[in-house]
Every structure is written in C-alpha cells, then in structure tokens.
C-alpha cells in the first residue's frame, strides 16, 4: 500500500524549486497559483498572474500577454488535467465533463514560455492515470511540457518520452508506474523529491558608470536608441559611452538618426547637442531605420545627411506610427502584422498589401534589436521604470523589444521606493541599469 | 461650453445600447466589473446581448450571471466561459443550446482587442497552433515560427471600471482593475465608465492616466459599495 | 495676371480651418500653419489636441523661461502644462491615431491631387526626406484637412490632377484651405468652395494645377 500522496502545498514547494533567481513565472490559475506563496521572496522572482498582476504591478492584460507572447517567461507553470508522452497537455477537460471546454490562458502560457511545467493530480478522482500515452481530449499545448509534477512524482519530458525523476517520499518506481498510463524510463539519478528551496538573490542589474554597461556591445549590433527629435529622454551618456567604445558597423534604429546637433530645442548658446551624430561622424553606423532621419531644414543638414550622400550609410525609412509598432511586435511576441499605414505609397513597395474589410493594408513585420539604450527619470533596483511627460515616447516602446536593455536613469531607487500604479516599464525588460553622472548635460 | 463626459446615473449612460449590441465588459473575478452599469442594463430589457469578458461563468461575476440568466445574452466570447466543475447558467444555457460560445485565448483576446482599438487589421501570434482554438485560421510560416493569423475585434459598447476619472474621462484605476478595463476602453465605439472618484481636469496626475480621455465616451460616479475590488 | 492679387496670410488660413473643428473633437495639429490654428478656436468651442510626442490634452506653446524638456509636441516646440493631460507613448500615441480616435488632423502639403491624394514628406530634388508622423495620420485620422500655400515658394501649384512627389496617402484629404480659396477633394475632382476676397473663380483656377469643379455659386472666404 503506497504512502500518502502530497498536498497542494508540497507540490508547490516542489515546482518552487525549478525557479531561478530572477525569473519570470507565469502562474496558472490552480494549483499553480500557490507558488508564489511558497517561494522565497529573496530569489526575486517575477510572478505573472492570469489577471495582469506582475508581482504587485498592475499591467494591462494587452502587456501581461505581450511578456509571455514575447519570450520573457522564463518558466510557465501550467493547470493540466492530462498529460502524455510528447508533452502535449489538456486543459481541464476530463472524461467526467467531456463537452467544457477549458479555462483557456494555458494556451498563451504553452506558446511562448522557455520552459513549460504541468501540474496536475496523477489520477482523477476516480483513479484513472492522467499521465497517458496519447491525451484523451483536445491539446491545448502542442509538445510544450518539458517537466511534470503531480503529487506522487517528478517527470521530465524529452524527445524520447517519459523520464520519472523524482518519486514522493515513500513511493517506489513500481507504485508510480501502477498510476501511469504510458511508458516512464528511469534514469540512474532517480532520486527522492526534496522540498529545500535556494534564497539565492539575482545578480544587481545596476551597473556603476557607462562604459562597464555597454562593454559588449559588438561590432555589427542592432541597436535602439531613443530621443524622440529634442533633448528630452535621450541616452546622452550612453551615446558617449557608446562613442568611446568604438563598435561599428551599426544598424541604428530610432525616430531621428540626429537631428538635435543642427534644430535648436533650446540648445544653450555655445554648445552642441549630444544626439546620434557622435557616432555617425566617427564611423560607428552602417545603418539606420527611422521615421524622421534628417534635418527639416535643407540648408542645414545632419552629419547622417552628409553621411548618406557620401554613401557611407543605408537608410531604412519607417512611418513613426509603424515604427513604434513595429518594436512593439517585436517585443510582444507578434511576428507580423497588418497596417493601413503607408498603403498605396512608396512605403508598401514590395510589400504584401491585402485589402480587409473595405480598407487596404500592408503587412509589417515585428523589430528587434541586440541592445537598446534607453533613457528614464527614476529606476528602482528591479528594473521599473518612471519616464517624465512626452520623453517616455519611444523609450518605454523599445525596452521590451530589445535582447540587452540598457537605461540611463538621473536616480536609482530602492524597491519598495516607487509608486506601482506609476511604473511605465516593468523591470522584466530592463537588464542593465546606469545613473547619467551628477552635472552631466545633453551638450557637448 | 464647459465639456463634460459625466453622465448622472448608470441608467442614462446605458440607455442607448440596443437589442444586439456586442458589448466589452471588463474586470477580472471580482476586480474591475463594472456592477452599476450591467444593473442598470438589466432594468432597461435589451436582448440577445453578445458579451465580450474574461471570466463569465463564475459567482463573483454577478451582473454577467444576472444577465444570463434573465436570458438576455446569445453569445459569449471569453477565454473561461465555464467556470467550476458543474458550471453554472451560461453552461447550462450552451448546452441547452440557448446561447452560443466561442473560446479564445486570454492574450489573443486581449491582443484581438488591442488591434482593434489601435487600427490594426491583424496580427500574426503563434498562440494556439495546433489546439482547436486555431480551427479554421489561416496559418503562415515568420521566421522559422509557425504563426495564426487573429483578427481585431471590435464591439458597439464597452462597459468598464475604474478607480477615478476626471471630466475629459481620463482614467486611473487601482491594481487589478487595470486588466481588462485598460484594453477595452479603446476597443468600443462608445466607451461608458463608471468610477468611484472624479475630479475636475488635473485631478489625475498626467503620468498616473493609464486610459486618456480620448477613449472615454461616458464617465458616470458611482459611489463605492460594500466588497466591490 | 491673378497671381499677383493679394493673398491672405497664414494666420488667415489658420482661423478658417478652425472653423472646421467641432466642439468636443481630438485634433492633431501639423507642423507650421497647422500649428496656429489653435489661436483661432473660439473660446466657447472646446477642442482637444493629441500630439504624437506623446500628449493628450495638451496646452499652447510654452512662455519664454518656462520650457521643459520633457514636455513637447510633435515638433519639438515646448509646451505650456495644463489640467488634463495625459502622457503615454509613442505606440500608443500612434494607436490613437491609427485606431481612428483623431478626430482631425491638419497638415501642411507639398502637393494635393485632386481626388484627395497627399504629398507632403519628400521633395525629389533633395532625394531624402522625413515621414515621421505623417504617413500614419493621413491613414489613421478621420478627416484630413491640408493647410497650406496655394504655391511653393517659385508659383507652381500644389494643387494638381495627379501628384508627382512622393504620396503619403492616397484619397485622405478631404479639405484643403489654401491662401486663396477653399476646396473639396472628390472622387469626381477637386471642387471649389469658398475664394479669397478679390479672387474669382477663374482666377484661382489660373494658379491651380487641377481641373477645378466650379459649382454656380461660390461663396466668398469666411472667417
């Protein structure tokens, strides 16, 4: 007669014990939904709830399935009722209730997460297996599990099917496999479930000056930069930093590609605004893509005009609204999309154009960069970010759309310092945090 | 002129909304559901409502449940339309055939919704490939990624909650309330709010407004009761 | 020779485009005449501007000694801070224009077809050119209204049959008001509404590039 099965709550010690510091959980409704409770808050972990909640930071549902969608859960806890051997789930349609169909937000959480964890009873509650050989109802995540956890067991998926890796205690192989209606290989590690959790803190995203943040950007970067025209939210101390450290052969993608050096926005008599120009004039762009790449005025041209008609640059020329949703697709998990923007123009040029609903379109396509550096008022330690008035424009669109976000912020905070309800950018998308030096200006 | 989106009562915010109208309805379990305005469109008998909502069949969604089950509503469009192991009336009512239900992914929904607010004609997501919730799409290869194509969804009315507003209906809500409100308030033609504070213009501080004014058709006070999240 | 006859100036242009606006409407204003015609909305009409920088609700343009960097319009010009703003960003400053929550928009031109097509982000001589937020208003923007010169700087007409610039929409103007005449994009042609004092109908037709529909009355400018 095999022992106890576990309760809820040693199952969500369990799943507990596959986050790493600092990462993003999705938490499905369920049995999922008591992890978070169980966790050690030092580990710093993200929790992302079907209701748009990020921790204590209230999102949109639109932001909430964009951080998932967008590859930013790094491990996704899901509500199953069935399990089988590819690692396909189901809801929770079961044999007693064949025709419901099933809560459906697994299925967001099964597209995009890095890794996939089902929880779920090991038999229903008339003893039938709920790990099978093939699901008895409808997938709602196609070969997406990478691990199992019910309450007699630990089982990883791979290609080859079922491994048992971790028996409850007091079960033996034999036990779990009466309960298992599909084949489950045992490894020589088969061990018995420990329910110790890490505290171990994430590494500090804050990073001390300009250089060390941007150390390793490479030559041939993507990169994003902000500063919608004026003075106002851009990187100015990053572009220097940038400057410093030479990569070139970048593609440089921004509203402007500098315009702030020859349009005064409120230049100080005497001084040059620091803007893209300082990496154009020393060589460092191959590219840009941009919605406003040269001075309004003819007379007065930008060092990227200069570059552009000596040859030395390509330009890429976006409509702004286009561009910013271009960055949003791209940090948002949509791999195109449609846009009545630039229909009929030089814009749609080889592009798909479909007429939906009586209005044309043409298909764009979703954004993304190696790095982005982006300028904030306030960072907390996490990451959140605050921006003041019109200078969140772009910044706030291209943090999340960016490999490595870097932000230059005039003051750090600690955690619990800043207003939730306030934050702009949560700090899933920030990975590196600088304070633009006391005294330092926009002008060089 | 002085310009106000106030409206005095739930009652005459609502009025015109028409037999068959789509409507938003938003709030998640009990934060966010705008309860003064659903009981003001059950007194006024519109019928064969179609109800766009996250949670629908559930106990804390009191004015959905009471909606359904004065039999106003033809169609429910929802990523939980049943929840609870026996379900409730709007199961009862779909399987008797009464009402018809269509299941869509929580952030497809809310990805749906969005285009629409943000005039977009589709988005390509991988979301849902090869369960039955992409039945019928079509599909399309990006990057190496297989991806469905979703198409914006759009509603006459939407009915939201928030925390407060200001007379040009800029909008600040509290926690969860955010959820859903924020994606609907673009996503309707006329877009009705009730809320339990509002202020003259500045009352919101501009950084706080997370749904501006220019989503906003209607703002109508409604005095916190009891447990409303 | 017409063309010599007095023209009206921008400021003229601006207030009979402020006619236009409705009480209760968002409007985005363009860069350069644009830009004036919210000195000329009627104290008793209330508008709303939306500025792609990333601002609903915004105020006039800043006083001297009161700019702030944080705070400007599509521009760059600074702006006076007033009750009831809202700040949010660029993707959904273009949501709101795409989604069709601009009411209005007006815009500056190089050349308007005379079934409604816009030609304003590229001069071909300089072979490069700024779209910026443009391209996004003419196709997101319920109605279109182009504020503008009659002629460019060496007399050629800027409204004509068929645009040779680079377009930024096809068939999205529905309004132009130019420093001699008003006039109404069709699918049939460009119609003639309103002339400046002075002008006649001929006249304006001899400095335009479009064949213009001329009903049997026009009535004179009003502002």
């Known amino acids: 007669m095999p022992p106890a099965k576990l309760d809820a709550e040693a199952m969500a010690r369990r799943a507990a014990g596959f986050i790493a510091p600092g990462d993003v959980v999705a938490v499905d409704t369920g049995l999922p939904s008591l992890i978070p409770g169980v966790t050690p808050p030092e580990l710093g972990a993200w929790f992302l709830r079907n209701d748009g909640m990020l921790n204590n930071l209230p999102l949109s549902l639109a932001d909430a399935a964009a951080i998932t969608r ?4 790094n491990l996704a806890i899901v509500n199953a009722a069935q399990v089988d051997a590819a690692g396909s789930f189901a809801g929770t349609v079961s044999a007693a209730n064949p025709d419901r169909q099933p809560p459906a937000n697994s299925v967001d959480l099964a597209a995009g997460s890095g890794r996939v964890i089902a929880m ?13 050989e093939a699901l008895s109802s409808p997938a709602d995540g196609l070969r997406c599990v990478n691990a199992i956890i019910t309450d007699i067991a630990v089982i990883e998926v791979n290609g080859g099917g079922l491994a048992l890796s971790e028996v409850a205690p007091g079960w033996s192989v034999d036990d779990v496999r009466a309960q298992t209606d599909a084949d489950l290989s045992i490894p020589p590690a088969l061990r018995e479930m420990d329910f110790s959790l ?55 993608v921004s509203n402007t590609a500098g315009i702030a050096r020859v349009v005064s926005f409120g230049t100080p008599p005497g001084r040059t605004a620091i803007d893209h120009s300082v990496l154009i004039e020393n060589g460092q762009v191959a590219k840009a893509i941009a919605s406003f790449p040269v001075s309004p005025s003819v007379s007065r041209p930008s060092e990227f005009e200069l570059a552009y008609r000596r040859g030395e640059v390509d330009l890429e020329l976006v409509p702004q609204g286009t561009l910013a949703e271009r960055l949003r697709a791209g940090g948002a998990g949509i791999h195109a999309f449609y846009t009545p923007t630039g229909a009929g123009t030089l814009i749609a040029e080889g592009k798909e154009s479909r007429n939906i609903d009586g209005r044309d379109y043409i298909l764009e396509y979703g954004l993304r960069a190696d790095f982005a550096i982006i300028r904030a008022h306030k960072a907390d330690t996490n990451g959140n970010l605050v921006y003041r008035g019109t200078s969140r424009n772009f910044n706030a669109v ?47 | 002129m002085t310009f106000s989106k106030l409206y005095d009562t739930p009652a005459t915010a609502v009025a015109d909304i ?150 040009l209906g800029n909008l600040a809500y509290r926690g969860a309330q955010r959820g859903w409100n924020a994606v609907m308030a673009p996503a309707a033609r006329i877009t009705i709010a009730e809320v339990d504070t509002v202020g003259e213009p500045g009352a919101i501080d501009p950084e706080l407004v997370i749904t501006p004014g220019i989503y906003v058709n209607r703002v109508v006070y409604t005095p916190p009761t009891g447990d409303r999240g | 020779m017409t063309a010599d006859k007095e023209r009206l100036d921008r400021a003229i242009i601006a207030m009979r485009v402020a006619r236009e606006l409705p009480p209760g409407a968002t409007v985005n204003l363009g860069i350069g005449i644009p830009t004036l015609v919210s000195m000329f909305v009627a104290d008793d009409s209330i508008v709303f501007y939306h500025s792609e920088s990333g601002v609903l609700n915004c105020g006039p343009l800043a006083e001297d000694g009161n ?77 279109v209204i182009v504020a503008m010169e009659h002629n460019d700087r060496n007399g050629n007409p800027k409204v004509v049959q068929e645009c040779s610039f680079p377009l930024t929409g096809k068939g999205c103007v529905s309004l132009v008001v130019t420093d001699v005449a008003v006039m109404e994009p069709t699918p049939d042609g460009m119609a003639l509404r309103e002339v400046a004092p002075g002008w006649s109908p001929d006249d304006v037709q001899s400095v335009t590039g479009a064949r213009l529909i001329i009903p049997d009355t026009v009535a004179e400018y009003e502002v």
Not at chain 1, 221 to 229: E, L, N, S
Not at chain 2, 88 to 94: E, L, M, S, Y
Not at chain 2, 110 to 138: Q, Y
């Open chain 1, 120 to 132: 779920l009873s090991h038999t229903d509650d008339q003893g039938r297996p709920n790990i099978v």
């Open chain 1, 398 to 444: 291209m943090a999340p759309a960016a490999r490595v976000t870097v932000v230059e912020v005039d003051e750090i905070v600690e955690a619990v310092q800043l207003d939730l309800e306030e934050v702009v950018t949560p700090g899933v998308f920030v990975q590196r945090i600088v304070k633009r030096p006391d005294g330092f200006t926009g002008y060089e």
């Open chain 3, 67 to 143: 700019e702030d960097i944080d705070l400007i319009n599509a521009g760059g010009q600074f702006l006076e801070p007033v009750p009831g703003m809202a700040y949010f960003s660029s993707v959904d400053a273009f949501a709101m224009i795409r989604g069709g929550h601009v009411d209005v928009t007006i815009l500056g031109a190089h050349q308007v077809s005379a079934t409604g097509d816009l030609a304003n982000w590229m001069l071909p001589d300089r072979g490069v050119g700024n779209i910026g937020g443009a391209m996004d208003l003419a196709a997101g923007a319920e109605k």
């Open chain 1, 70 to 73: 967008g590859g930013y859960v």
């Open chain 2, 18 to 167: 028409h037999d068959g109208a789509t409507l938003l309805i938003g709030g998640t379990t009990r934060s966010g559901e705008p309860t003064a305005l659903l009981a003001a469109l059950l007194t006024i008998g519109v019928r064969d409502l179609t109800c766009i909502c996250d949670f629908a069949d559930w106990d804390g969604s009191e004015g959905i449940l009471q909606l359904a089950q004065a039999e106003r509503i033809a169609r429910v469009i929802s990523p939980f339309p049943f929840v609870g192991e026996n379900g409730g009336v709007i199961h009862k009512q779909w399987r008797d055939g009464a009402l018809a239900v269509e299941v869509i992914p929580q952030g497809t929904l809310a990805e749906r919704l969005r285009a629409a607010g943000a005039g977009i004609g589709g988005v390509f997501t991988p979301v849902g490939l090869g369960t039955r919730l992409a039945d019928g799409k079509e599909t399309r290869t990006i990057n190496g990624v297989e991806c469905v194509l979703e198409s914006p969804l759009r509603a006459d009315f939407a009915l939201i909650r928030a925390d407060r507003a200001d007379a």
């Open chain 1, 198 to 252: 890490p505290a171990n803190a994430p590494p500090s995203k804050v990073y001390p000056d300009g250089p060390s943040a941007i150390a390793d950007v490479p030559d041939g970067a993507t990169v994003f930069i902000d500063g919608f025209g004026g003075p106002g939210g851009m990187a100015h101390y990053l572009l220097i930093s940038l400057r410093d450290r030479g990569s070139r052969d970048l593609t440089i």
